[in-house]
């Protein structure tokens, strides 16, 4: 028999998502108790890029512990949620127990993903693309779970976002890291979650940044035609402290909006 070492970002990266379950599912950043309630967990940006999900089968990748893709169950959809994390999908499964909508959960990591079926939408969202080391993977994932004609949404956080330092310089933004890494991971020890910046786990994480370019590349090289793509200049998370609230609560944006904070890109298989 043999057996193969396992990838050291892979576990490493298993192990900082599974710590993070219980402290996620308790803050008031993910509102479980609104969940429960009848709310939903999905801002304006995705509900507007996916629209209507009644009716339609839909793939929700890196889902976390759930509430995404219970919610586009809530809204009607027959939602299916992966993600790599064992505490995440236990989590998810649970809830979906517990509230009675029909979502299923899988454990898997996205590169490697085949579920023998296709969707109507394949959705995923928000802190998901510097997880991945293969967007070229993640892109066939997509692919082979698109029916001819489904629908691709992707909302996520600008990768320009990845070169600031905390402290803008006297003159202005200061860049402190590269945009283009190709392919070189940045790994480092977690500093604190987006929910409590001051709960530090001590763990490490793997993270690539992946310019524009590598995005749209990866989706169109899987054979995805790219319908639309947006920048936005909000954010719904605080990545550098000199972010301000934005209108919208839970919402981000720099005064001034002097460059996006995020992109969407909505594709489709022909
Ligand atoms: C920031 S969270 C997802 C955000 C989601 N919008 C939310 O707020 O619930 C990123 C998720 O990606 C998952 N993840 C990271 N790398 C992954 C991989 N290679 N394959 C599958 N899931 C992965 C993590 O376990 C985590 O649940």
Redesign the pocket.
């Known amino acids: 028999m043999t057996t193969t070492a396992p990838t050291p970002w ?1 576990a490493a ?2 192990a ?3 710590a ?2 219980p402290l ?1 599912a308790d803050s008031d950043w ?1 509102d479980l108790a609104g969940f429960r309630a009848g709310g939903l ?1 999905l801002d304006h940006i995705e509900r507007a890029g996916v629209g209507d999900p009644a009716g339609r089968s839909l793939l929700h ?8 893709t219970l919610s586009w169950a809530r809204l009607g959809a027959e939602a299916v949620g ?4 064992a505490a ?1 999908v236990e989590r998810a499964r649970a809830l979906a127990a517990e509230t009675g909508l029909p979502a299923r959960f899988e454990q ?6 085949d579920l023998g079926r296709t969707f109507d939408v394949c959705f ?5 693309l510097m ?3 293969d967007l070229t993977a993640w892109a066939r994932t997509i692919a082979r779970h698109l029916r001819p004609g489904g629908v691709f949404f992707l909302a996520e956080g600008h990768p320009h976002l990845f070169i600031w330092d905390d402290e803008p310089g006297k003159d202005g933004y200061r860049p402190r890291n590269p945009y283009f890494r190709h392919g070189a991971p940045v790994v480092d020890e977690e500093a604190g979650t ?1 929910v409590d910046t001051s709960a530090t786990l001590g763990l490490p994480q793997y993270r690539w940044n992946h310019p524009l370019s590598e995005v749209v590349s990866a989706l169109a090289g899987a054979g995805l035609r790219i319908t639309g793509m947006d920048e936005h200049p909000v954010l719904p998370w605080q990545p550098l402290p000199w972010l301000v609230p934005a209108d919208r609560p839970g919402f981000y944006r720099i005064p001034g909006d002097p460059f996006p904070l995020s992109f969407t890109v909505t594709a489709t298989k022909d």
């Open positions: 892979l990266n298993e900082l998502w599974d993070r379950v996620h993910y967990a990748l890196q889902c976390h512990f759930g509430l995404g992966v993600d790599f994390s995440a898997a990591e996205v590169g490697a993903l995923t969202s928000w802190g998901v997880w991945l080391p987006y």
